[in-house]
């Protein structure tokens, strides 16, 4: 008989969104009139921009031409998003990044597995608490953990707790670790980084010989001009980072698949054998091996993002879901519920009322106002007695959320 890979015999019983749809789905079947809001999960509900739309129609028809049509495209993605991606979103921020160092992919969650096909089973990893579950559960299918411990947590990889008393950002390691995963604008806590609190983890991770892997798809929600939107504007990091971005959330790609990752070609790792190996060149291999790059047509209408109109049809779309986190802010706050998160991000974290755990706060909220949100638990043990709650929705169920949640859980 064939045989399995057993790590995924030690991944908890669900993935956290899937075992929200579960109780979700169970609830509609047991009401089915009840209106549900789903606050949950972080996709898009606002149309994809009109630049975007207008050049992937564009590109349909020249798929309908001999002489324009395309195949196969290359695996690192066309030359030209790749220009407009390196002089738009790094170069202009100061940041040494070429277009030969990014790679066009269809998702910064597919990335953030999949680099791990080219690191050793030996490296001690670093995650947060809590922490983006993909980061974790792709570490333990790849056989980089033990089993999960009575706390939640699997054993060989290093915690690192994010909570109201370092204001959501991991303190640095007094051990050595090899492998770091941070995200900032940070999910799922909406926490933000500053220069100097990056420059650190650089400086700890050229120290140490370790690679941070900065997870940057929220970074078109920061509006503080202080703050940092790449990890490459910290001098050093090109020798100890990889980014990963994504168009999902800015330019409401989530469907239409569209992402990038920065290896910079100065960045290396050991082999076996002792000897410097670029990273660069292992991630092309795999990449060229186990991928045919994102489609011609959605490639072209993330060129649009690009474009002038582009531009301000994103920096609208960012606007709108921000003003939303605005007012789910401000009314859960006035409801007297203990928030953070919601500026500079898309995400707000609140502190569960009346010591609720975070899925019985999840069961009351769905019971009593039909409203969807994710418990902080999900994210990690850490993350109990939190709950996060996306911007992600129209106005109008944004507003009639928080009508519905105030009037419930007015303090």
Known sequence: MATINDNYLKLKAGYLFPEIARRVNAFIEANPDAKIIKLGIGDVTEPLPEACRTAMIKAVEEMGDRNSFKGYGPEQGYGWLREKIAANDFQARGCDIDASEIFISDGSKCDTGNILDIFGKN??????????????????????????????????????????????????PSQKVDLIYLCFPNNPTGAT?????????????????????????????????????????????????????????????????????????????????????????????????????????????????????????????????????????????????????????????????????????????????????????????????YFRISAFNSRANVEEAMKRITAQFKA
């Open 193 to 385: 980084a500053t220069k100097e609190y990056l420059t650190a983890w650089v400086g700890y991770a050229k120290a140490n010989g370790s690679i941070i892997f900065f997870d940057a798809a929220y970074e078109a929600f920061i509006t503080d001009p202080s703050l940092p939107h790449s990890i490459y504007e910290i001098e050093g990091a090109r020798d100890c980072a990889i980014e990963f971005r994504s168009f999902s959330k800015n330019a409401g790609f989530t469907g239409t698949r569209c992402a990038l990752t920065v290896v910079p070609k100065t960045l290396k790792a050991q082999a076996s054998d002792g000897s410097e190996v670029e990273l660069w060149k292992l991630w092309n291999r795999r990449q060229s091996t186990k991928f045919n790059g994102v489609s011609y047509l959605v490639q072209r209408g993330a060129e649009a993002v690009y474009s002038e109109a582009g531009k301000a049809q994103v920096k609208a779309l960012v606007s709108f879901y921000l003003e939303n986190a605005k007012i789910i802010c401000n009314q859960l706050t006035a409801a007297g519920f203990e928030v953070y998160g919601g500026v500079n991000a898309p995400y707000i974290w609140l502190k569960t009322p009346n010591n609720l755990s975070s899925w019985d706060f999840f069961d009351k909220l769905l019971q009593t106002t039909n409203v969807v949100g994710t418990p902080g638990s999900g994210f990690g043990a850490a993350g109990e007695g």
């Open 123 to 172: 490296n001690k990893i670093a995650v947060t608490d809590p922490v983006y579950p993909v980061y974790v559960d792709t570490n333990v299918m790849a056989g980089h953990t033990g089993d999960m411990n009575e706390k939640g947590e699997y054993d060989g990889l290093v915690y690192l707790p994010i909570t109201t008393e370092n204001n959501f950002t991991a303190a640095i």
